[in-house]
Every structure is written in C-alpha cells, then in structure tokens.
C-alpha cells in the first residue's frame, strides 16, 4: 500500500488511502481493475487477517479510555484525562486511527474480492461461449 504524504506534518493520510482504495473498488465493480485471481485470493486472505487483527487492536484500544492508578492529584489527573483522549477523544486518537485502517483493509478485501467474482463471471462466460461454439459445429 502506497503512503501519501503531506509536506507538512510528514504523517501517513489515511483518508488519502481511503479515497485511493474506494477508487479501486469502483474499479473492480467495472471491470477495470484486474489481478491475477491467486494473487487476487492471496491478498484478499491477507487483508481479512490484517482486518481481524485490526479489530482487537481496536477493542484494546478502547479499553485505554478508562485508565486507573493516577492518584487524585489534579496533575495526575490532568494526565489522565490526557492519556484517556489519546485512547479515544478525537480524530487522531488511537480508536480512531484504527477505525480508519479498518475501513481500508475493508476496502482491500472487499475490492480483491470484485476482481476474483469479475474474473470467475468473465471465465464462466467464456467458457459457456466456447462450449456454445463448439457445440454448434
């Protein structure tokens, strides 16, 4: 997967990913984007992995909005409160960043899962055209 990359922050965008993926997905739905179907089968097993993987992080990951052992200082609980929106508070926290690589291992697996049925229809359609032909001779 290619990273896009702002000149300002340097950081990966994961909603330039998003747009890349739903533009390949759309692709796929035309008959445009073609692989080959074993690698297309390889990379589709691979991104429901990293999916899968993704969703427990995601679940450990929302487990950190609720942090203990800080004490009651009104530091300690600043930094609590802190660690806690770090967790899950905004759109660059944790929960949120996984949430966004979720949906573009989705996108992946879904979009790897188009060509594999485009090819499979296309070679089912060939195949039925051949014995046509060839039955007609």
């Known amino acids: 997967m290619t990273e896009s990359v702002t000149a300002a922050s340097g950081k990966p965008q994961l ?12 692709q796929a739905e035309s008959g445009s984007f073609r692989i080959d179907s074993d690698l297309a089968t390889d990379l589709r097993d691979h991104a429901e992995d990293m999916r899968r993987k993704l969703v ?51 996108l992946m697996r879904d979009t790897y899962e188009l060509s594999i049925q485009k090819l499979t229809g296309q070679d089912a359609a060939s195949a039925a055209a051949v014995a046509q032909t060839a039955g007609g001779v």
């Open 15 to 26: 909603d330039d990913q998003l747009a890349y993926w739903r533009n390949l997905k759309q």
């Open 56 to 106: 427990d992080l995601l679940t450990q990951a929302n487990r950190l909005s609720t942090l203990g052992g800080f004490g009651a200082l009104p530091s300690s609980l600043a930094l609590k409160t802190a660690f806690a929106t770090k967790a899950n508070g905004g759109p660059e926290s944790l929960v949120a960043q996984y949430g966004k690589a979720i949906d573009i291992v989705t």
